[in-house]
């Protein structure tokens, strides 16, 4: 790894401009929510290994929340230059953590700015034409798992992109991955995103949830014929379709029973390391988060989740 990280700090309005138009700065398919605790170190490792495999940039955007009590309205401070001292606090904090995780890397730079993570990662992603956006994931159990899930959720309503969550531990690209497919286009966009994302050499296993009705003790022996003959028939031209990459290799498995429960199992006892989905769009109304799949697999994983967007 040779070559300093690049080093900006920006306000909201001044982020999209450091983002186009490559000036001195390329844009690449790696984009990392910008974390200064170890939380953020699995998914600075991934970025690393993707952007050193394609040579490209990989970008840590760290956000830093507006503050709630306006301390300028009482004491005798440029509101600007505070804002602005406190993201050259957090920058330097990313850059140590950069450092400290993947040490002095050239594929990467490191903006800061102020305002709500998911539009200001959402926004960065479309300009900057990301491939992924990556995210830290507490481990399961950990006090961190839930506030990094709440931090995650916001990103799947308004992501353009796959949002990649990944636990610190993570030291390796993914080579066993689970795929959940319900074949929507959606679905066909995890499982794209999937293989795009996995090492060489991976295995991606496209797994399908039937509904737990037995339909042969049931008498209806054609009905689940149709059924089964279906989803094979689905999964035989998804595979065709998805122009896989010569080195990954793709398997099939048909599931029974909720899909997250029958998910979740099969990916903890299959020892898979990526679990990938995508989500149905917006929320309900009276619901907070969408793609209640989603939002379980996310919930219950042990291992990374990648979520393709409805969009």
């Not at 796959?162 to 991955?177: E, G, I, K, Q």
Request: glycine share 10%; hydrophobic share 45%.
């Amino acid at each position: 790894m040779t070559g300093p990280v690049h080093e900006a700090s920006h306000s909201p309005a001044a982020v999209a401009g450091a983002h186009g138009g490559g000036k001195g700065r390329a844009s690449g398919p790696v984009l990392v929510l910008g974390d200064d605790g170890e939380m953020s170190c699995g998914a600075l490792r991934f970025a690393e290994l993707i952007a050193r495999r394609r040579g490209v940039n990989a970008h840590v955007l760290g956000v830093v929340r507006p503050m709630e009590f306006p301390v300028w309205a009482f004491v005798d401070v440029d509101a600007a230059e505070m804002e602005a001292g406190r993201r050259h606090a957090y920058l330097a904090a990313l850059q140590q953590r950069i450092h400290a995780t993947v040490g002095l890397s050239g594929y990467f730079s490191v903006d800061v700015a102020t305002g709500t993570p998911a539009s200001l990662l959402s926004d960065a992603a479309r300009v900057r034409g990301s491939a992924f956006i990556l995210a830290g994931l507490g481990e399961p159990g950990s006090v961190e798992r839930a506030p990094s899930e709440d931090a995650v959720l916001p990103l799947l309503e308004t992501s353009p992109v796959p949002v990649v969550a990944v636990p610190p531990r993570c030291t390796h690209l993914p080579s066993r991955c689970l795929v959940a497919m319900d074949f929507s286009e959606v679905s066909q966009r995890a499982a794209e995103a999937a293989i795009a994302f996995v090492d060489d050499g991976a295995t991606v296993t496209l797994a399908h949830v039937a509904p737990e009705a037995d339909l042969r003790a049931m008498g209806a022996e054609g009905l689940a014929a149709i059924y089964e003959q279906g989803v094979a028939g689905l999964f035989q031209k998804l595979a065709a379709e998805l122009g896989l990459r010569a080195s990954v290799r793709v398997e099939t498995v048909l599931l029974k029973g909720e899909p997250a429960p029958a998910l979740l199992g099969l990916a903890t006892s299959g020892a898979y390391d990526l679990l990938a989905c995508g989500t149905h769009g917006a929320a309900p109304a009276g619901r907070r988060f969408p793609g209640s799949v989603s939002t379980a697999l996310l919930r219950g994983a042990q291992c990374p989740v990648l979520v393709a967007p409805s969009r």
